[in-house]
């Protein structure tokens, strides 16, 4: 299906990023750089309980410190917030929810005088009995994380159940699931978990905010999404949107936790109590593990039944997500899994509950992969478990129920022809990696091999959109405004890539404006859900072409012909077939100048947009409709080498195939690839939230909290890129940027299997992990028992 | 208490006034305005606040400000000389070597030092010279192929 | 953001001692400070003076002789360590526990010194140490001591230093002239990592001579020293490695934290003690599995 263009210029090309130069020069800006006249600095005091009543807090010591301007509870700001469902308060109010909330938050001239009165503050708690565990807090009884649900605002896609700690329900129903289970031969079940894990970004959350007394709000922020703070903001505080600013210089690693709003409501309301100065407030790498949100955990069961020939006839799914003590933005979590629920097969029949349940934990947001890291650990395990229990091969197995356009989605959508191939994905990683040939074991270390595979569609609501501008200066260059945000993925370079090839114009002339600020760039909802390349590339495509068509009113007025006879190219417009008859186009870009002073057209300024298509809710009992944007498959298959030992894994070799349609900037692919893998990898060998059995996090920092470094990354790893090209995507693009992070530890976890028989169920594999599971095998201990 | 140092730092002699109780992070970041310096953790695990000291790459967050009287110090800004990236800054670029961009610096100067290590700059050698700097965005990969390259054109 | 104290930066022992003497208790000295710097961040302790030892010239020595041993000065870096050739050729015990401390840029600030001075539990260069029978010299108003290393940690980051006492150096004996060795450590990830258990050992005297010390599984950095006994006995050599291995265990009392179990590390002990021994015993590993 390759009909697209092929002459292609810039796209496709591994051009350099255009951020390179600012970053390798260490002049790029961050949010922590920024130093405005008159800033205070902030100080924030966390509740050491994961549940307790606040009865009393103590400020006067620290209101007479030295530098103190300001010093605020919980009650100064009586108002919520949240993108979904609106339950979160800025400070704790009446209670604590997890340990690390904060409760109390000093501002002073210096950030060491606000430190240092910090230490002055004393809070009185009265400690309340808190739900640790998800499946806890389902329990009839189980102590209520939020006592006020049924009072909270939220948006109509998400069911929240007052009285219970679960903060949304999702449900679908695909076919007959009885009679699904009733025609099959197998049927198996079983259980998965993972814990709570930080997106580690190394910026940690900072914000600044400024609330002038004339009702003005500014804010500097490290944040994914400037459009959505700048509207919950106004929508939880009645300030106008004109009112508030928001500026977003280069971002730190983002990962989907700087997503939605985080701390700048803080900062603003901080400010407006001390008269209007701007307020600063950076989490320590203890805050941003304890403070900032975190990916929810998942607590799974599966129910799977298959014929003996190794259809898939019938799956029952339940999906516990771990919400943390707020659930604003999470609940969107547990609807994408739902939605997505059985991976990337054909199911018939298939009954699914996604619940997002309160805990005393930290809360959860978004994280790259959102909702699919954590239930493709459940699919893809289950798949290798019920494909050993029909004796077939896993490689055969996804194969024979690969969702290949034609087939329904568990939504009931007809997967659309040029959706891309699942099935591309897993066979190439199976070559490459020489599926059905054994590996040998060397010095008595045990090799195998595991394959998983993976898909995903963005999760947002239907009506999302993104614009762009781009801005033709007198000298025929131009600027590029964008409103998604550069977290690293990426984006600007791979944007510029598509305006330049639309405009016929090189990379270099086309200056992708490195910050962005809601008062001035272009809207987009936010820079999550792998929809920036796909979304803001359509609405960059039509400013470009935008652009042209403005470029070509001048030109056919001067070049008397019509404008279908025009060609741009080179930076020159000239008449079909007569190259010689044109103009350059610093002669029309800013309006075009007769000898004799007269002037046609002006300043051409491309504008362009684009809303995703067709996308519906979906049914509330059902779960059927229209959910996804697009489809993104992939797969992976890896290598492994294990120390009996000690539990320690290498992987030798990961290979890794993506359908994205079109590479836009191939060198930018590669990086999302490694990147997201390793990532993957890290999450699911390394990473876990620990807590005491208080509720307390026992790893709140990068000692304990490993995440991988240059020598724990696997030996050789080898990315392909499949382009089957997306008919309504920008040069055929679908985008890759959380693709890259789903699954990789999942077939290491069957890799596990090949290469010593024994059966991983939760997160994170360790290597203790692992080697309990070896003792267990060997002393023949059930494997429910290892913990 | 405040006290005077000298200090070579970016090649320009340089008086400046410290803290007993600074580390030379806060020295270079919230004094001296250098930001191409990160942080990220202020306790010595993710290396992005790392800087030459006498042309050694150390932690700035575990050095203390007083500390670095009489020493050499390179940071980030000055790397380029007259208008030109050194050469591991042009690697860096050429392999895409950079995402979020906040431990580039740690990493390029880090590269920087091995390039002058003399020869066996292979990828294991490099993986272990950058051990102590987090990335939580390339997956290591291209970075080091970027300091790899930049010595084999040495 | 560190809490307020003076900062010192004496050139001789003398000076050092005279602050040390002045400060009493309200004093830290620091070398590397990559433990210091960390305590002082977290408000671990909040000394009125620290005293920087690094301007100390003679406290920079790092030197070998042969018959006199290994002398390692109190500011010589971990890269020191590893750079000297007599290291890797006489102790590889030590150079190779050195390796696996922390990361490269960090080994090449912090020191051997500092990193006995915090007694850890999971200090990595303190089994080598104690393998080698090292001796750590001490300074004081009072007159210097020389403590064995064995009598050096007292408990969780306490040890018997007092009030007023620095350490100059360790001198490491020149060791058995066959003597081979080896450290083994546990960590959780392949890159970097403090040690969920450490162990080294070094067998000598053909084999008589065995000495096995560990690190993260007791309150201070331990010797075995019964385990040790069995090989100064005839019989099989599978038998003895056994014996030393079942011994080995019975002298540690690992606790669980979040790095590992109890259990976990148990069985670490085990094996890495019997991996050890077996290698360096040149006995062929049976396959257990
Ligand atoms: C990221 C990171 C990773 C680490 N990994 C490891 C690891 O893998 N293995 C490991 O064992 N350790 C590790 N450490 C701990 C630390 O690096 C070592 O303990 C190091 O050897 C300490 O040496 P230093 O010179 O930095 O000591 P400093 O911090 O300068 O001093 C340590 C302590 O000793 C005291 N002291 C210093 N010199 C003297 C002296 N001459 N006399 C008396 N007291 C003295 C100081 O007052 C201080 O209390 C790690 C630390 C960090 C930050
Ligand atoms: S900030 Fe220095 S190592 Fe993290
Ligand atoms: S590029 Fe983002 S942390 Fe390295």
């Known amino acids: ?787 | ?154 | 953001m560190l809490p307020k104290f003076l900062y010192h930066a004496p050139e001789t022992i003398h000076e050092a001692l005279e602050l040390l003497n002045k400060y009493g208790r309200e004093a830290k000295l620091l070398a590397g400070g990559t433990d210091l710097v960390v305590d002082l961040r977290e408000r671990k302790t909040r000394p009125k003076a620290v005293i920087d030892i690094k301007r100390i010239k003679e406290l920079n020595v790092l030197k070998y002789e042969p018959g006199r041993g290994l002398v390692i000065g109190a500011t010589v870096t971990y890269h020191q360590i590893l750079e000297y050739e007599p290291v890797r050729k006489k102790y590889p015990v030590l150079w190779e526990a050195v390796k696996t401390v922390a990361d490269e840029i960090l080994r090449m600030r912090a020191t051997l010194v500092g990193n006995i001075c915090t007694a850890s539990p999971a200090a990595d260069t303190a089994p080598a140490l104690l393998v080698y029978d090292a001796v750590v010299e001490t300074a004081s108003k009072n007159g210097g001591r020389k403590i064995p290393i064995e009598n050096f940690f007292t408990g969780v980051k306490k040890t018997v230093l007092e009030e007023g006492e620095m350490v100059v150096s360790v001198t490491l004996p020149e060791p058995p002239a066959d003597a081979k060795g080896t450290y083994l450590k546990a960590m959780r990830v392949w890159s970097e990592d403090l040690a969920l258990v450490g162990v080294a050992a070094l067998v000598a005297d053909g084999g008589k001579d065995v000495r096995l010390a560990y690190a993260s599984v007791a309150p201070t950095p331990v010797r075995a020293r019964k385990a040790e006994k069995v090989f100064r006995e005839d019989g099989d050599i599978r038998e003895k490695i056994e014996k030393a291995v079942e011994l080995a265990v019975a002298s540690v009392s690992p606790i669980s934290d979040v790095r590992a179990s109890k259990e976990y590390r148990l069985h670490l002990v085990k094996t890495f003690t019997r991996n050890a021994l077996n290698r360096l015993l040149g006995v062929e590993a049976v396959v257990v599995a």
């Open chain 1, 1 to 787: 299906m390759k009909n697209f263009r092929e002459d292609l210029k810039y796209v496709g090309k591994p051009v350099p990023r255009v951020d390179s130069y600012e970053k390798i020069l260490g002049v790029a800006e961050y949010t922590g750089d920024i130093e405005l006249p008159g800033m205070l600095h902030t100080k924030l005091v966390l509740s050491p309980y994961a549940h307790a009543k606040i009865k009393a807090i103590h400020t006067e010591k620290a209101r007479k410190a030295s530098g103190v301007v300001a010093v605020a509870v919980g009650d100064d700001f009586p108002f919520r917030v949240g993108l979904y469902v609106n339950d979160r308060n800025v400070l704790a109010r009446k209670k604590v929810r997890w340990a690390g909330e904060p409760v109390v938050a000093v501002v002073a001239e210096t950030l060491e005088q606000a430190y240092e009165a910090a230490e002055l503050i004393e809070v009185e708690y009265e400690p309340l009995q808190p739900v640790l565990d998800v499946r806890d807090a389902l329990k009839p009884g189980a102590p209520l994380v939020h006592e006020e649900l049924g009072e909270y605002a939220h948006s109509p896609a998400f069911h929240p159940i007052p009285g219970t700690n679960i903060a949304s329900r999702f449900t679908l129903k695909k076919g007959d699931v009885e009679l699904g289970f009733k025609q099959s031969d197998v049927i198996l079940e079983n259980e998965f978990m993972m814990p709570q894990v930080s997106h580690v970004p190394l910026e940690t959350h900072t914000s600044i905010g400024q609330y002038m007394p004339d009702g003005k709000i500014k804010i500097w922020t490290s944040a994914q999404s400037p459009f959505t703070v700048r509207h919950i903001l106004s929508v939880s505080l009645g300030v106008p949107e004109h009112k508030i600013s928001v500026y977003v210089p280069y971002i730190g690693g983002g990962f989907g936790g700087k997503a939605g709003i985080n701390f700048e409501p803080l900062v603003v309301m901080l400010s407006k109590m001390a008269g209007g100065r701007p307020v600063k407030l950076e989490l320590t790498r203890e805050e941003q593990f304890i403070t900032a949100p975190v990916r929810q955990g998942l607590y799974a069961k599966l129910k799977t039944g298959v014929k003996r020939s190794g259809e898939i006839m019938a799956e029952k799914i339940l999906y516990v997500y771990d919400a943390g003590a707020y659930a604003d933005y999470g609940v969107n979590v547990g609807r994408a899994a739902g939605y997505s629920c059985t991976g990337p097969y054909y199911v018939p029949n298939v009954e699914t509950e996604s619940l997002t349940v309160y805990t005393n934990h930290p809360w959860g947001t978004a994280f790259r992969g959102f909702g699919h890291f954590e239930f493709l650990w459940a699919i893809e395990r289950q798949m290798d478990l019920v494909a050993r229990e029909l004796g077939m091969d896993p490689v055969e197995f996804r194969l024979k129920n690969a969702l290949l356009p034609g087939k329904t989605t568990p939504t009931g959508e007809v997967l659309r022809e040029d959706a891309g191939r699942i099935d591309e994905c897993i066979r190439a990683v199976a070559s490459r990696i020489d599926w059905g040939k054994k590996p040998v074991a060397a010095a008595g270390k045990p090799r195998g091999k595991g394959i998983a595979a993976l898909w995903k569609a963005p999760a947002m609501p239907p009506n999302a959109s993104s614009a762009a501008f781009i801005k033709f200066n007198e000298d025929g260059t131009a600027e590029l405004l964008l409103g998604i945000t550069e977290i690293g993925q990426g984006a600007e370079t791979a944007l510029a890539q598509i305006a330049a090839e639309e405009l016929g114009l090189p990379v270099e002339k086309i200056k992708v404006v490195p910050f962005r600020h809601t008062d001035v760039s272009p809207y987009s909802w936010q820079t999550v859900a792998s929809r920036g390349l796909f979304m803001d590339g359509r609405a960059v495509q039509m400013a470009a072409r935008d652009a042209k068509n403005q470029i070509f009113d001048i030109a056919s007025q001067v070049l008397r012909v019509s404008k279908e006879d025009l060609v741009l190219s080179d930076e020159r417009v000239h008449v079909r077939g007569r190259p010689e008859v044109g103009l350059e186009l610093r002669q029309l870009v800013n309006g075009y100048v007769y000898p004799n002073g007269n002037v046609v057209g002006g300043p051409v300024i491309g504008r362009g947009f684009y809303s995703a298509a067709r996308l519906t809710y979906l049914d509330p009992e059902t779960g059927q409709g229209y959910p996804a944007l697009k489809w993104t498959f992939g797969a992976h298959a890896v290598e492994v080498e294990v120390d009996p030992d000690t539990g320690m894994v290498k992987v030798l070799k990961l290979v890794s195939a993506f359908d994205i349609g079109k590479a836009i900037n191939p060198a930018i692919v590669l990086g999302q690839a490694y990147g997201g893998a390793l990532q993957s990898m890290s999450l699911g060998l390394l990473e876990g939230y620990f807590y005491d059995e208080k509720g307390r996090m026992l790893n709140p920092n990068l000692t304990d909290y490993k995440i991988a470094r240059a020598s724990d990354i696997p030996e050789e790893h080898e990315v392909i890129i499949i382009e089957n090209p997306q008919l309504d995507g920008p040069f055929g693009a679908r985008g890759i940027g959380e693709l890259s992070m789903l699954s990789v530890e999942t077939a290491i976890a069957n890799a596990l299997y090949d290469a010593i028989g024994i059966d991983l169920k939760n997160l994170p594999i360790t290597a203790e992990y692992i080697w309990k599971h070896i003792q267990a095998k060997k002393e023949k201990i059930p494997v429910e028992a290892v913990t």
């Open chain 2, 1 to 154: 208490m405040l006290r005077s140092i000298k200090v070579v730092l970016n090649g320009v002699e340089r008086t400046v006034d410290v803290e007993d109780h600074w580390t030379l992070l806060w020295l270079l970041r919230e004094k001296l305005k250098l930001k191409g310096t990160k942080h990220g953790c202020d306790r010595g695990d993710c290396g992005i606040c790392t800087v030459l000291v006498n042309n050694t790459p150390v932690k700035s967050c575990l050095v203390l400000a007083p500390e670095v009287n009489g020493a050499e110090i390179l940071t980030i800004e000055g790397l380029a000389k007259e208008g030109s990236l050194a050469p591991i800054q042009k690697s860096f670029i050429e392999h895409s070597a950079l995402q979020c961009g906040i431990c580039t610096a740690a990493f390029v100067l880090t590269g920087h030092w091995l390039l002058q290590q003399g020869d066996g700059v292979d990828r294991k050698r490099v993986a272990e010279a950058i051990d102590g700097i987090l990335c939580r965005c390339t997956g290591y990969r291209q970075i080091i192929e970027a300091i790899v390259d930049a010595a084999r054109k040495k």
